[in-house]
């Protein structure tokens, strides 16, 4: 059974702070997605990570794969309060036009 | 980007008493739709694969009779809550995908059956 866990699972920080949310997965899949959820909202895709060593950042989030560690990295930086969501990584749960499977999501807070 | 339209984004409906729900996919077709379902404060969970002109595939757990999908059309898949219950309420996202390329995804509805 294909499993895709997140830590840690609930993240408070304080504005200003760097960390790094971290992602495995069990299957020998080449990508690997990020999402962001509001409260009471649907996905909003963050990045879409094609390859081994993909890195991408947009604005304070950076999210990199190692597909030989089955390991994904959400990294945030200079954490605002903005920034205070629920973040899934998912992978594909087989090839071609497939279904995702989805971690149990990281719940960021970021307090002043 | 591709746009996943779905309807209505919040419901109420007693129990006994059936919901459909909508997804259109607004501008590329979508042979295969995929249905998840999330409970408060947790995970998406696949309920359901919705393929154009045949019948859905259900994931393991998920009652087809309660949960009916159709997929009549490339643009256009429903999910009908039968016989909602209170423990039927969640929040149902649907989904579709052109090729391996990224999941686009519906605003979400919000059930609640009272």
């Known amino acids: 059974e294909l499993k895709v866990e997140q830590n840690p699972l609930f993240l408070s920080m304080q504005e200003g702070k760097n960390y790094t949310i971290y992602c495995n997965y069990s299957?020998?899949?080449?990508?690997l997605y990020w999402y962001r959820q509001d409260p009471g909202k649907s996905l909003e895709s963050l990045f879409v990570?094609?390859?081994?060593?993909a890195v991408k950042q947009e604005g304070r989030l950076m999210a990199s794969l190692d597909t030989k560690a089955r390991l994904s990295t959400l990294h945030i930086t200079a954490a605002v309060h903005d920034l205070s969501a629920t973040y899934f990584c998912?992978?594909?749960?087989?090839?071609?036009?497939?279904?995702?499977?989805f971690g149990k999501g990281t719940r960021l807070s970021v307090i002043a | 980007g591709a746009v996943v339209s779905q309807h209505p984004s919040r419901v109420i409906c007693k129990s006994g008493t059936s919901v459909k729900i909508e997804c259109r996919s607004l501008?590329?077709?979508?042979?295969?739709m995929f249905w998840y379902r999330q409970f408060p404060k947790q995970s998406l969970m696949l309920m359901a694969t919705?393929?154009?002109?045949?019948?859905?595939?259900?994931e393991q757990g998920v009652e087809k009779d309660k949960f009916l999908i159709n997929h009549a059309s490339l643009t256009l898949s429903t999910l009908t809550v039968t016989s909602a219950h209170p423990e039927d309420s969640s929040f149902y996202i649907c989904?579709?995908?052109?090729?391996?390329?990224?999941?686009?995804f519906g605003q979400g509805t919000r059930l609640t059956v009272v």
């Open positions: 989904s579709a995908r052109v090729g391996r390329l990224e999941a686009f």
């Open positions: 299957t020998t899949s080449d990508r």
């Open positions: 990570l094609l390859s081994n060593g």
């Open positions: 998912a992978v594909d749960r087989y090839s071609g036009n497939t279904p995702l499977v």
């Open positions: 501008d590329f077709q979508a042979t295969t």
């Open positions: 919705s393929n154009e002109g045949s019948k859905a595939t259900y």
